[in-house]
């Protein structure tokens, strides 16, 4: 309103400009003096609305300020009431225009979030450099909302090496909030530890501080959870609670205050998978942000938007801990995948200034494919670089470093080593004393890694740290690699964060300190495995492990373990397990293990017990996710007999039954192969429908795919429209016939069909249940993609003279290179048959073979027909008119 304008206009005078105010309103007489004598600013405000009104009012305040060479408030004053007299949209178009002190405050606050977020160091402080310099493009997807609640991280690994769903449609991080078109819903993004979600959060910032994006936006503020955990505990109003991360809201006057919280905020909660609020959604109600309540209400109020509705909320988290937001307060959820192939490549070129090392270590990564699978998530690429760029890659470097296991015992040594190197000046007494530190160091966070991950916290605070024997004070100082492995940052009130670098990181060394647990007989360390799961009525009938168990069946418990997981959040420190097994493997830790121990008969044991769990193939207890990663787990253990017989046997004619989870590893194996099938044939395998639904995949790496009378639906035409979409798709041959497809499925399969990388010459779909519309679907696809089919068949189909219509305007089209047809028992009539025979009298140099069989041509299609084939450009050399 403009008398409130008015009234925060006087608010900002000085007292001595105040009574300057009062003595000019007298001059005119219009305002008594004995009104003004002791007026306060309110009264002011009062008295000139009853003598002038309002519209008067606030001309006669912007004369005065005027004389008093207030020129500045007089400014904001007219601005302001310029936007109150406008309509919203016409407000919304018009640049706003803020008050002087509100622009200084949010130079400052650009200017401090973007010295937050400007710099990125990968390992060392000193190598920081600007984010802008490394950020390689992310690949970000506008997601499913239902897929919020798939919870198993290996499945994301499955993403990696399959092409993306064609309803989920690549954002740049910039458009999160303009995406989201219902402005009280927040914006979730999900994506696994290291994919690069912080990244992408602090990207969006340094360009919205820069003024590349999002200008509508006052104000942004960055919360991570992790630093949130260090107040977890206190009662703070909003206002306060945001002065504790952002500095320049302190000693603000109240309207101010109340002016920042009516503008354009966001607010960023980055990694809610860190957090350890309790995170009840029915708790307390908050609707001020002058009102004190918890952590845990302020973040739940702004998520349901029960507080500062307006605002924008933007909140990331690792997959399993996304469903802590509910479902009804998601406005657009979006997935970071982390990198394409092309990203990847891009990302070491970028790290790698030597262009041929580049290149070299490009090559390298792509002789292991489960390595260059790894590589989509940016730290592993980081890691992976660390390490190839230590040892040198000669002729012979396919021999090294092909599995995760390896590649991670040589960053270590990397990094144990690091520091002893730089100090060349030290005695070799000094550099001894330096190596030893660093491995005591080494093991004590191996010990923390251990114990954070029985607990799923992947950040740590200084109680966790002395728990496991860590001084940060003495224990930081005496080590140079932590910053290589382990992270310091500030929190609140002085408290330090701590966390390693990556997830894996800590998984590997988790593994490590058991192995090194059982090395040295400890067994209290191990009861996380040895302890049987049934629960006992009293503690002491737990029963006590043997000092002398066998290494495999340590292993055998820790997969049985992993496997009971429904998150997989012990699948890689399982496969690293394994891995550090490897007497090979122990050598090259020797440095950290006392003694090693021979452990081919425990590898050849629990090679063969993971075996038999994957081939029991009328199992289908086993997820397919549990397939995949016992699956890795043999590739740890150097075991590839499992991998060459899941392709000699799609190569054969399998006589076993297939469970549905072998089915879905079998064509895991494939992909992550990308070598090409000949053929695959559904019919050919012993499986259940679910079991043939888990196959499909397979059709991305197949020349030919049969896939007839397979028991298909709809939706699975979308994983086959994937694969025609694949960059290189050999597939060539597609056979669907007889499979409940309808309509809505072949529309699934037309968004493959017109895709530029969709090379397929033979199409059958013959008594799919497709009527003229899917027709219509068929033809507008290849109409945008004609040159390649060869033959296609749509008998049994209910076509009618609709579909026949659809089809004749793909035989015009000139770069239509058709040349089977078959139309059999489609219910087309002489006035279909017109359609198909004009079209062919406009382009009749293709069609060779025309099956029109067991239709009601009637006379009238008989006469085109006959009159086309008199056409001496006429190519048909076989036409079926059977009736």
């Known amino acids: 309103m403009a008398s409130d ?3 925060h206009t006087l608010e900002d005078l000085e007292e001595c400009n ?3 105010f009062k003595w000019f309103l007298k001059q005119d007489g219009a305002v008594r003096a004995g009104k003004l004598e002791d007026a306060g600013v309110t009264d002011i405000v009062d008295v000139m609305k009853e003598c002038f009104g309002l519209e008067e009012a606030v001309k006669k305040t912007l004369n005065i300020l005027r004389k008093m060479n207030q020129n500045r408030l007089a400014e904001e004053l007219q601005n302001n009431y310029t936007d109150v007299q406008e309509s919203p949209e016409a407000a919304e178009k018009r640049p706003r225009k803020q008050d002087f002190w509100l622009q200084e405050f949010l130079k400052t606050h650009k200017m401090n979030m973007k010295e937050k977020v400007e710099h990125i160091f990968e390992c060392k402080k000193e190598n920081e450099a600007h984010l802008k310099d490394v950020f390689t493009e992310l690949f970000i997807t506008e997601g499913d909302l239902k897929e919020i609640y798939q919870e198993h991280e290996i499945l994301q690994i499955d993403k990696a090496i ?5 309803q989920n449609r690549p954002i740049k991080c910039n458009d999160v909030f303009s995406l989201n078109k219902n402005k009280k819903k927040i914006v979730l993004t999900k994506g696994i530890a290291g994919i690069g979600k912080t990244v992408s959060v602090h990207k969006f910032i340094l360009d919205w501080a820069e003024g590349e994006a999002n200008q509508e936006i006052d104000c942004v503020f960055l919360l991570p959870f992790r630093k949130i955990n260090c107040i977890k505990d206190r009662e703070f109003s909003l206002h306060e609670f945001l002065q504790r991360f952002n500095p320049e809201l302190n000693d603000l006057e109240k309207p101010k205050i109340c002016k920042i919280y009516n503008s354009k905020l966001a607010f960023i909660f980055d990694g809610l998978d860190e957090s350890r609020l309790p995170l009840e959604f029915d708790s307390g109600m908050v609707t001020s942000v002058e009102e004190r309540s918890s952590v845990d209400e302020l973040f739940t109020n702004l998520v349901n938007g029960t507080l500062l509705p307006s605002a924008h909320v933007w909140v990331t988290s690792r997959p399993a801990a996304a469903n802590q937001i509910p479902l009804e307060c998601v406005g657009l959820f979006t997935e970071v995948r982390g990198f394409t192939d092309q990203q990847k490549e891009e990302y070491f070129r970028k790290r790698i200034q030597d262009t041929t090392q580049a290149s070299r270590m490009i090559s390298h990564i792509k002789k292991s494919r489960s390595l260059y699978i790894m590589c989509y998530i940016p730290v592993f690429c980081w890691i992976t670089a660390t390490v190839l760029q230590d040892v040198p890659i000669g002729n012979n470097a396919g021999n090294i470093n092909t599995t995760l296991t390896e590649m991670y015992i040589h960053f270590l040594l990397i990094q144990m080593n690091m520091k002893s190197q730089k100090h060349d000046s030290k005695t070799e007494r000094q550099r001894t004393k330096l190596l030893d530190s660093n491995k005591t160091m080494i093991l004590k ?3 923390l890694a251990f114990e954070q991950l029985k607990k799923e916290n992947i950040v740590f605070y200084e109680d966790d740290l002395k728990a496991c024997g860590i001084d940060e004070s003495e224990d930081f100082e005496s080590t140079g690699m932590l910053t290589e492995i382990f992270q310091q940052e500030a929190g609140l009130h002085e408290m330090k964060v701590f966390c390693f670098v990556h997830l894996s990181v800590q998984e590997f060394l988790a593994a490590v300190h058991v192995f090194l647990c059982y090395l040295n007989k400890n067994m209290d360390e191990l009861q996380f495995f040895l302890r049987k799961t049934q629960f006992k009525v009293r503690p002491d009938n737990i029963d006590k492990p043997d000092k002398n168990i066998a290494l495999h069946n340590l292993l055998k418990k820790a997969v049985e373990k992993a496997m009971q997981s429904q998150k997989g959040h012990l699948d890689l420190f399982v496969r690293f397990l394994l891995g550090i097994s490897l007497e090979s493997n122990q050598k090259l830790l020797s440095s950290l293990f006392t003694h090693t121990e021979d452990s081919k008969y425990s590898v050849t044991e629990t090679t063969k017990r993971i075996k038999e769990q994957l081939q029991s193939y009328k199992n289908n207890t086993i997820s397919p996710e549990t397939s995949v990663n016992l699956f890795y787990c043999l590739l740890e253990l150097n075991d590839n007999s499992l991998y060459t017989e899941i392709q000699r046997y799609f190569r054969s004619s399998p006589e076993r039954e297939l469970s549905s989870s072998m089915c879905s590893l079998m064509a895991y194996v494939l992909l992550m192969s990308e070598e ?3 053929e695959l044939n559904l019919r050919m395998y012993r499986t259940s429908g679910g079991g043939r639904m888990n196959l499909l995949p397979a059709v991305r790496c197949c020349r030919k795919a049969t896939l007839s009378l397979g028991g298909l639906t709809e939706t699975c035409c979308e994983t086959v429209a994937l694969a025609l979409q ?8 597609l056979n669907m016939s007889e499979n409940n497809l309808k309509d809505s499925g072949v529309k699934l399969l037309s968004d493959g069909l017109k895709s530029p990388n969709c090379h397929l010459k033979i199409l059958r779909l013959w008594r799919c249940d497709v009527t003229g519309e899917g027709c219509g679907y068929l033809a507008s696809a290849l109409g945008l993609n004609p040159s390649h089919l060869r033959e296609l068949d749509l008998s049994l189909n209910h076509l009618g003279d609709s579909g026949a219509k659809m089809l004749s305007y793909l035989l015009k089209d000139p770069n239509c290179a058709l040349n089977k047809l078959r139309l059999r028992r489609c219910k ?4 279909g048959c017109g359609y198909l025979a004009s079209a ?15 239709n009601r041509l009637g006379g009238s299609g008989l006469k085109r027909l006959s009159d086309l084939l008199k056409d001496p450009n006429c190519a048909l050399n076989e036409l079926y008119v059977e009736q």
Request: glycine share 2%; aromatic share 0%; net charge positive.
């Open 5 to 7: 304008l008015v009234l």
């Open 18 to 20: 105040l009574k300057k």
């Open 162 to 166: 399959k092409p993306n769903k064609s």
């Open 445 to 447: 966070l191996a010990k």
């Open 676 to 678: 090409v099938l000949e």
């Open 726 to 733: 694949t960059p290189n798709s050999p597939l060539i041959e």
């Open 828 to 831: 087309v009539t002489g006035e």
């Open 840 to 854: 062919l009298s406009s382009n009749p140099s293709h069609l060779r073979e025309l099956d029109l069989s067991n």
